[in-house]
């Protein structure tokens, strides 16, 4: 496993570990959860899949830039 990023929430976590398995990507989450919400959570991925979620990273956060909230558009 390789480590992809690291979260300041849970919840910020199991959205990712939700976007990379809705790719086909195997990952893993380490560190703080629901029951101990101390510190960080480390999301690690399949490491032949490392440079697939890193793109799929980078496009998202491409696409947030552009994205039109309510009170812009």
């Not at 990023?5 to 199991?14: C, G, I, L, Q």
């Not at 703080?32 to 799929?56: I, K």
């Amino acid at each position: 496993m390789a480590h992809l990023a690291s979260v300041d929430t849970p919840f910020e976590a199991k959205v990712l570990a939700a976007r990379l398995g809705a790719e086909g990507i195997l990952w893993e989450l380490r560190g703080a959860s629901d029951v101990y919400p101390v510190g960080q959570t480390h999301v690690w991925v399949d490491e032949e899949s490392l440079a697939d979620a890193r793109e799929l990273l980078l496009s998202d956060a491409v696409e947030a830039v552009f994205d039109v909230g309510p009170e812009e558009g």
